[in-house]
């Protein structure tokens, strides 16, 4: 496994023992808040793999929308394609005109999957974050929302006219 993947992956394994089996707390950011909300979960995660990679991150505990911008005044490229993901990358999530609400670590890509059915569902990216929330939904992704710790999601927003958008901070460990 090539270097940049192995850092990958440890951000996505920091990622699970950092949260652990916290609830989610909005605007939670530590343990002693009872738990982490998405950007509390990713601002965690990126200043603990800054402690291996300072170049990383250099910001502090930031918004999903703070994280965008604080990667893209980096010049991070977009990402937005799915065959342009990698493990760790950011995936931010928008409706169409608003600004970045949800932030997750991209894990991997499911393009689709066969129903028993038959039918076929686009997956998409599957993400790694922070679980909880308090809707009152009664849909699969809400039951998912309201769980606690870290979950594995399908980005299925999309279905709901929420767009994404990624962010490789492994970009910038490239860099002189």
């Known amino acids: 496994m090539d270097s940049n993947l192995d850092a990958r992956v440890y951000l996505i394994l920091m990622a699970a023992r950092m949260v652990g089996d916290y609830v989610y707390s909005w605007g939670g950011e530590e343990i002693d808040e009872g738990g982490f909300d998405c950007s509390g979960f990713t601002s965690v995660v990126l200043m603990q793999t800054a402690r291996a990679w300072p170049k990383l991150y250099t910001g502090g505990r930031n918004t999903a929308n703070g994280l965008y911008e604080y990667f893209d005044q980096r010049d991070c490229p977009d990402i937005d394609q799915v065959e342009d ?3 760790g990358c950011l995936v931010f999530y928008r409706r169409p005109g608003k600004r970045i609400h949800h932030i997750a ?27 909880g929330g ?7 992704r809400a039951a998912l929302r309201r769980s606690a ?8 927003y999309q279905r709901s006219g929420v767009e ?8 910038l460990l490239s860099r002189a």
Do not use: M, Q, Y
Request: proline residues 9%; negative net charge; hydrophobic residues 35%.
């Open 85 to 87: 993901l990698l493990p």
């Open 105 to 131: 670590l991209h894990t991997t890509t499911v393009p689709t999957i066969t129903l028993k059915s038959g039918n076929s569902l686009e997956v998409g990216p599957i993400a790694l974050e922070s679980g």
């Open 134 to 140: 308090d809707s009152s939904c009664t849909s699969p």
């Open 149 to 156: 710790g870290v979950r594995i999601t399908a980005s299925d």
């Open 164 to 171: 994404w958008v990624a962010k490789d901070p492994f970009l």
